[in-house]
């Protein structure tokens, strides 16, 4: 049994200006921060028409918990722990699907949508023990506070967290987004989910999120093949759809200090704001149209100005407002993640918007894509050298000293590392319980 780290230890792993390289190594500080942070803070779920129908589940994970996301007969979406309460075994194996009821293969409990305990076999060996059915003891524990905004499902274990869009924040003004771009006010998830394994520490994605830095070196490759092909090409030729999704990862450091980045409380944050990689997209015909029918022009106009590149939902999600993607962190052990991408159709939006989305995930999400096995191969990396003692800490101190505090966020240079001393000091609170000076 490894013994955990107390509240003064952990203090000094942060400072203002480097962290610890064992936040990223030691398994005792990865148990902590399950049970402190993904314990504690509010966790993304799914989306609720992932579950249309009663009876219609998904399973995943909440940390290290697996749970079950599902639709009741009340039509109410709920979270339960996917744990028998009899021997621990899972309930539901697949990955989605639709049931009446959640069966264990191994003694054959029972349990209805709600999670409340059916039956069970040779009822009669259990008179007079104590056991009832109604008992909370019996049952699939349903997570102490479930919410969602604009069909985003989240959860949290803890019954005195503050409330979802507390939580939150500014950083829910990127799901409304997401949902205002449909004309029809709503997203659907849609195309499958893609599945990449990270040997490497989960706070490494995270914070790769918004780090304008390693786009011109990690992605060098990416943006020099995408020039080339460009110019090659006889003059008036049409950009397609790959170039222009590839192009911009090849753009400055300047470019992306002028994107500018935002550090929302709890850890939240993104690049961007009005201007981002996906800036300068092409139309889409029929979509402007559409949304002008839907909402009227001005509103349109607000809608489609927003481009938050990453906005990060501490500790567990990403999303992409003008891609409507988005990406969730599945911690594993301390030198193990797995992280999920999903994709979301536009009710009534034209196809081609969708199939974007789909083009945009298989050439920068996917394992087998042009950018993000770069990041894996510095992720892994990383991971193994901060194995080495040579060096005790990780800096982060670029632009320190510039930036901007108002309304409650702080704002700052695109290349700066503010959302990674935010993530940090979110990390310090929920770790010790003791808010940063």
Known sequence: MTMNP????????????????????????FELEMERIWGQAWIYVGHDSQVPEPGDYITTELGLDPVIMVRGDDNKVRVLVNRCAHKGAKVAARCAGNADSFRCPYHGWTYRRDGGLRGLPAREGYANTGLEAGDPRFALPQLAQVDDIRGFVF????????DLRTFLGEAALTLENIADRAPAGRVECAGGRLRYRHPSNWKMFVENLNDAMHPMIAHGSVGIAARKYLQAQPEGTEYPGEAE????????????????????????????????????????????????????????KKILSSNRHNTIFYPSFTAKDAVQAVRVVRPRAVDETVIETYHFRLVGAPEEMFERTILYSRLINSSSGMVGPDDLDCYNRMQQGLRSDASEWVDMRRYINDDNVADGKRTGMGTSD???????????EFMTGVSPA
């Open 6 to 29: 107390g509240t003064e230890t952990l203090g000094r792993l942060v400072e203002a200006n480097r962290v610890h390289r064992s936040v990223y190594t030691d398994p005792a500080i």
């Open 155 to 162: 959860a949290t274990k803890s019954a005195s967290a503050p």
């Open 245 to 300: 999704i590839i192009f911009p990862f090849g753009s400055s450091y300047e470019f992306f200090d002028k994107m500018g980045v935002t550090a929302l409380p709890n850890g939240h944050g993104y690049m961007g704001g009005t201007m981002s990689i996906h800036t300068d997209y092409s139309d889409i015909p029929g979509y402007w149209d559409a949304m002008v029918d839907a909402y009227g022009e001005a509103r349109t």
């Open 418 to 428: 503010l959302t990674f001393r935010n993530q940090y000091a979110a990390w310090l």
